[in-house]
């Protein structure tokens, strides 16, 4: 059933509650030990670098660090993939590079969303050319009914039924990042 749509929604579209703000900040400290306790031997000798997929990991990528109580370096890579549509078309360019080289460096790679795969499947491979260190991945959302693309999630928040997601960093044609919860778009 939907709840109804927050006080500043422009759109008449509902979005029902799927991932309450509490819960995902409970989820993410939880990310942000496990990933202080696996990285902490790491980072004596190797920077870490946490990279951001813009834009859909901005605000779980901003809550998620500052649970990780260790030193780590921030960038980001744009990457398209969607456009403004709501069906995957296995097309992914990067639109934005990393500001710095990574060679030698423990990697963490910051997604939103783990759809068909087909995006970080690519974003894996060209990351590993560059010759980091290790490269892990971090997803707020996972989708397996989706899957297409066989991709390892090392830290995963939720796993979600197949429903186009909006919220907490996931938009609608840009907008909507910013409700601080995931909710599902009921008429899409
Ligand atoms: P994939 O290549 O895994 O199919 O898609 C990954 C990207 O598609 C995500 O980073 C995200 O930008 C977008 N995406 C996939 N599923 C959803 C969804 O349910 N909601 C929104 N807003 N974006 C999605």
Known sequence: MASPPPAWN???????????????AARVAE?????????????????????????GSVIFLADLVRHVALPVVIDF???????????????VQITQDLSRPIEGKHIIVVEDIVDTGHTVH????????????SIRLASLLHKPERQEREVKIDYLGFTIPNKFVVGYGLDVSQRYRNLPYIGFVTNA
């Open 77 to 91: 890579i744009g990457i398209s993939s969607y456009g403004d549509a709501t069906v995957s078309s296995g097309v």
């Open 31 to 55: 990310l942000g030990a496990q990933i202080t306790t696996d990285y902490r031997p790491l980072i004596a000798e190797n920077d870490v670098v946490v990279i951001g997929v813009l834009k």
């Open 10 to 24: 422009r759109s008449p579209d509902p979005f029902a509650e799927l991932i309450s703000a509490e819960a995902i």
């Open 122 to 133: 690519y974003l894996l491979e060209n990351l590993a050319t560059r010759r980091p260190a």
